[in-house]
């Protein structure tokens, strides 16, 4: 904004042009919880710890405090010296190779991640049309391979109405859903009926039958993936250093209660061995639906939860994309093919590529007998491809506040190298619990099991950027503004 001196009535002096600064635009730090919170908690993945009923706390928790808040502390930091997220941050502290390595995981995790999400999106649909579709596999794939294609084509087209639909989805798709659920079961239980699930105290720690008994734990690092985005955030504060943390104990106090409480909601109307780790919270409603005479409002809550999802998927589905893109086209790291981009700006043979090999692995549900299976090797896979991610994230961390112990930082985290060897210790202990299969599902196959996970995460997490990087040319570099969208679709 500029001021003209000769307008000012007061000022005879020749006209000239004062430049003002932009003021600073200030968010609380409620609003930063409550955004950190609307990013990461989701009600999807509940089904998946109720089956452990009361044990679910003691499940949540250790994963907090080992890695979400390690996370939200560490990401802050490095927000708040260096832009350009984890590629930036990884490149400066190790080097440009493993920073690539980095985000293509971070890209790579979506492969999977979305079939997790629609297979929980076809769950869900399945109570508005035929409940019994919930499990049938062939279903399943065809709602995956539809739904994301459909996304891939409105992606492509531009669109930026989605952000809405996402924003709202902490309050349609999260928090109405989740109160409703907590506040009838209590009802439910009031009322004298017994819990699916032992609520007494023995029942708080899990019980022991090998480690295998414990492997479900690692879904919640997946859980809780996300906090690092809302980092970037930290300069926007009056005053980071403390109302940071402040901050992120508050959001983790509200993703815990998100994802704990109505676990617990669920393990009292389901039992474990009757559970689906893709239609448990639809299940749950249906069933304290039926018992309280509302089942006309089961499909009102399945779409509740439907365009919550879908709106996430919209939302996310060009973001890892366009910034693979970007680094690609500074680095050479894609093919000029990869990096096209379409009439609209958008990076779409990016997409399409992704689309094809998520098509590929939407098979998986019509293949597996048991799609909770399927469910549950796609979402151990995405862990293990995000895994390395937090792994570079935390061991970038360090170095740089060796390295550059002198830069400037905008906040600076508390005891920062014990953080990065508890999360990295963590991120690494929970990548080998992976490869366990989870004693809910038995223990056979587990060759089989290893296979398919180490095989999905080898190929898709660490084989294809090798290739990449192997196969790289000087042409392939390009300025990302080099190309004009529309002359090389």
Not at 1 to 18: F, I, Q
Not at 48 to 54: E, F, K, S
Not at 184 to 213: E, H, R
Not at 318 to 341: D, T, V
């Amino acid at each position: 904004m500029t001021v003209d001196a000769a307008a000012d009535p007061n000022n005879g002096g020749p006209k000239t042009s004062v430049a003002i600064a932009p003021r600073q635009q200030y968010i609380t730090w409620i609003a930063l919880a409550l955004m950190t919170t609307s990013s990461v908690a989701s009600l999807r993945s509940a089904p998946t710890m109720a089956v452990y009923g009361l044990a679910c706390v003691f499940l949540y928790l250790v994963p907090a405090i080992v890695f979400l808040l390690p996370t939200a502390m560490v990401a802050a930091e490095l927000a708040s010296g260096w832009s350009g997220g984890v590629y930036r941050w990884v490149s400066e502290g190790i080097s440009p190779r493993w920073g690539f390595l980095a985000v293509w995981c971070q890209f790579a995790m979506t492969i999977f991640y979305y079939p997790t999400l629609l297979g929980y999106v076809a769950s869900t649909f399945a109570y508005v049309i035929n409940p019994a579709l919930a499990s049938n596999g062939v279903y399943t794939a065809i709602v995956i391979v539809t739904m994301f294609w459909t996304g891939v084509i409105v992606s492509s087209r531009g669109m930026k109405a989605v952000a809405g639909l996402a924003s709202w989805g902490l309050i349609l798709g999260t928090l109405i859903p989740g109160a409703l659920l907590i506040v009838l079961g209590v009802i439910f239980l009031g009322q004298g009926n017994q819990s699916a699930a032992p609520m007494d105290f023995d029942a708080l720690l899990p019980a022991w039958t090998g480690i295998a008994s414990l492997v479900l734990i690692v879904n919640n690092f997946l859980s809780y993936s996300g906090m690092e985005m809302n980092a970037v955030h930290v300069s926007s504060l009056r005053k980071p250093a403390s109302e940071f943390p402040k901050a992120m104990f508050v959001a983790v106090g509200l993703v815990l209660a998100i994802f704990i409480l109505p676990a617990i909601a669920i393990s009292w109307f389901i039992p474990s061995e009757q559970l689906s780790l893709t239609a448990g919270v639809m299940q749950a409603f249906d069933t304290v639906f039926a018992y309280f005479n509302l089942g006309w409002a089961t499909p009102i809550i399945a779409l509740m939860l439907i365009a919550a999802s879908l709106g996430g998927m919209l939302t996310w589905l060009a973001g890892p994309s366009k910034g693979l893109l970007m680094i690609s086209r500074q680095e050479g790291y894609l093919p000029p093919w990869l990096q096209r981009l379409n009439k609209h700006g958008i990076q779409q043979n990016i997409l399409v590529a992704q689309g094809a090999v998520t098509t590929v692995i939407a098979l998986l549900y019509a293949l597996i007998p048991e799609v909770s299976s399927a469910y549950w090797i796609l979402s151990v896979i995405t862990t293990q491809v995000y895994l390395v991610v937090y792994v570079l994230m935390f061991f970038a961390a360090v170095r740089l506040r060796r390295d550059q112990p002198n830069h400037a930082r905008g906040f600076r985290t508390p005891a920062l190298p014990l953080l990065c060897w508890v999360g990295a210790l963590a991120s690494i202990a929970a990548f080998v619990i992976g490869f366990i299969p989870p004693s809910q599902f038995g223990g056979n196959n587990v060759i089989v099991y290893v296979l398919i996970v180490g095989g999905g995460f080898g190929i898709v997490g660490i084989g294809v950027p090798l290739l990449f990087l192997w196969l790289r040319k000087p042409s392939w570099k390009q300025e990302f503004a080099e190309i004009e969208p529309g002359k090389e679709a």
